[in-house]
């Protein structure tokens, strides 16, 4: 079983959904880091949080440091978001590996 | 700063042959991270340094991958002896414990 499962793999929408993607990790964490990767282009961070919930335009990412979930949302979805989004969590103090979730593409039909 | 410098962007090489690539993380930035993608597979964690200390090594690396930095500021990764297998993309990242930055990778073409 892989340490971090994201769910869905896949994701086709229609613009203006409001979509989201689950990450789920089993182990210890000091933060999460989700990121954006566009077709045949580099990796951009969108978010670090370790607690709570952010939001950057669009984009919304929440996390349950309890329940070892996080969320990453995407409100009034466009074309350009199409991309595959990973959730990448931060090991815990002496063992800072990020390790990377399974990714989810996301595809936004106009 | 630049941001995260990775060279060459793109090598072909082939088989048996040794390769290196070179990351030049943001300044200061105490965290190194190599990656490996293939085509339509997610980033595969390699190894990361903390400072000049490497910190962990994946199991998925043979032998013959090595990585190294020496002062703690550019890294470098060797595969000596590359396989077809070898033939990926090579990403870094640096950190300083809070926002990411990703290079635009090394692409491997081994023939």
């Known amino acids: 079983k892989n340490e971090v499962e994201q769910s869905p793999q896949n994701l086709t929408a229609q613009e203006g959904e409001f979509i989201t993607i689950n990450c789920s990790y089993s182990?210890?964490?000091?933060?999460l880091h989700w990121l954006q990767q566009h077709p045949g282009g580099g990796i951009v961070s969108l978010f670090m949080l370790s607690s709570g919930k952010k939001k950057h335009g669009r984009l919304i990412a929440t996390i349950n440091i309890q329940e070892k979930h996080s969320s990453l949302h995407i409100t009034a979805s466009h074309p350009r978001d199409s991309a595959v989004y990973i959730c990448a969590p931060w090991g815990s103090f002496g063992n800072e590996k990020l390790t990377f979730g399974t990714g989810t593409r996301l595809t936004i039909i106009p | 700063d630049t941001g995260v410098s990775q060279n060459p962007r793109h090598k072909i090489t082939k088989r048996g042959q040794n390769v290196t690539f070179r990351c030049d993380p943001i300044?200061?930035?105490?965290?190194l991270y190599w990656y490996r993608q293939t085509l339509g597979q997610g980033p595969e964690f390699l190894t990361y340094f903390q400072n000049e200390a490497q910190l962990e090594k994946s199991r998925l690396l043979s032998d013959r991958f090595s990585a190294e930095r020496p002062k703690g500021s550019f890294s470098t990764l060797e595969i000596q002896r590359t396989e077809q297998g070898d033939s990926a993309m090579y990403l870094c990242?640096?950190?300083?414990?809070?926002?990411?930055?990703f290079g635009e990778g090394s692409r491997l073409t081994v023939l």
């Open positions: 182990v210890g964490i000091s933060a």
């Open positions: 990242a640096s950190s300083a414990g809070g926002e990411l930055f």
């Open positions: 300044s200061e930035h105490n965290r």
